[in-house]
């Protein structure tokens, strides 16, 4: 994968600091919010919970939750508290698939379930969604409590999706991209939503932060993706490789085994569905990759979400807001470039 060059010869760099200079303050309040809740008489509680909290995550989806309230006008103090939500339920995800994928690794650092356990893990997730549901209702909106109960269903339909499609390599890119809409989608989706719903916008304009949040944490996925095949530990927060090694089936794998020969595809049944992932099998995973060009295919679906979240906020007012979060979209694809 190369390095998008600008015309000057100077990497293209999107960030997220527009982002994280808008919502500064209020993420103060966040984060101060995080340790507070995340604190119980059950000492193993906040141990585990500020493991992970603390792992230097971007925390991407709060900071999204608390601009797209910003960008109409809202001034109260819910969008704090949802936004802290937001954080939780991804944290509690976090735990739950780390258990469910026996990751050794999250962000570098060993994971909670190496260290306590994979009953204190879950148990922990459990505490902490129960406590972004508390928060939920401490802001008094009945709608912004929808969206984000209905998105820890369809998460969880998303996992037990994913178990379904596991090691099956006849898994089409249509159920593929049903299960990171679920799995990973939903929660930007529905960080996005809420500020707007608290905002009191019209039904177009939250409509308009929806599918910027589905169409942003599609691409989102579809990089980590391409990441796991070419990227590192520190850009993927966990080891280059792992989803070949725990026999995920992934957009790459998905497109390199349907345009493969009868001899490549039986290379990945031996891998995926055998387990035969060792070092050497990752190597010649990548070398089909590369043949078909499914690293570069799967980056380039990711840039067509990227191109549908863009359009859902153009017809939005101008505003810093605005500009934060269409930048949001390049930081991510510019992951993989």
């Known amino acids: 994968m190369g390095v998008v060059l600008n015309m000057d010869g100077k990497r293209n760099m999107a960030s997220v600091e527009p982002l994280i200079a808008l919502t500064q303050e209020e993420m103060g309040k966040v984060n101060e919010l995080i340790l507070s809740k995340a604190g119980s008489d059950v000492e193993l509680i906040p141990t585990l919970a500020n493991h992970l909290i603390s792992s230097g995550g971007k925390r991407l989806r709060p900071m999204i939750t608390i601009a797209a309230a910003q960008m109409f006008g809202y001034s109260g103090e819910g ?5 802290t939500s937001v954080e939780f339920m991804h944290t509690a995800t976090l735990l739950h698939d780390d258990v469910v994928d026996e990751s050794d690794l999250r962000r570098g650092k060993k994971t909670a379930r190496m260290i306590w356990g994979n009953q204190a893990s879950v148990l922990v997730g459990d505490y902490l969604l129960g406590q972004a549901f508390r928060m939920m209702v401490d802001v008094g909106s009945l709608d912004a ?11 969880a339909e998303g996992e037990v999706m994913q178990l379904d499609v596991a090691k ?15 799995k990973t989608a939903a929660l930007f989706s529905a960080a996005a939503e809420v500020g707007p ?3 009191g916008v019209s039904k177009n304009e939250r409509a308009a932060l929806k599918s910027y949040g589905t169409n942003l944490g599609l691409a989102f996925q579809l990089v980590d993706d391409a990441l796991d095949y070419g ?18 089936i992934t957009l790459p794998v998905i497109l390199s085994y ?7 595809r039986k290379f990945w049944k031996h891998a995926i569905e055998e387990g035969a992932s060792d070092d050497a099998a990752l190597e010649t995973a990548k070398s089909l990759m590369t043949k078909y ?3 570069g295919d799967t980056i380039a679906r990711a840039r067509h979400f990227g191109e549908i979240a863009r359009d859902a906020l153009a017809p939005l007012k101008s505003s810093p807001q605005k500009a ?14």
């Open 79 to 83: 969008h704090v508290r949802l936004a």
């Open 258 to 264: 349907r345009r493969g020969s009868e001899e490549e």
């Open 324 to 337: 934060a979060l269409t930048e949001v979209i390049d930081f991510c694809i510019s992951r993989v470039t």
């Open 231 to 248: 990227g590192s530990a520190k850009d993927l927060g966990k080891n280059v490789g792992d989803d070949f090694r725990e026999g995920k």
């Open 168 to 182: 099956n390599l006849e898994t089409t890119e249509d159920e593929y991209l049903q299960v990171i809409k679920a």
């Open 197 to 199: 719903i608290i905002a």
């Open 293 to 295: 060009n499914a690293i």
């Open 145 to 155: 409590l929808d969206v984000l109960a209905s998105a820890a269903a369809v998460i």
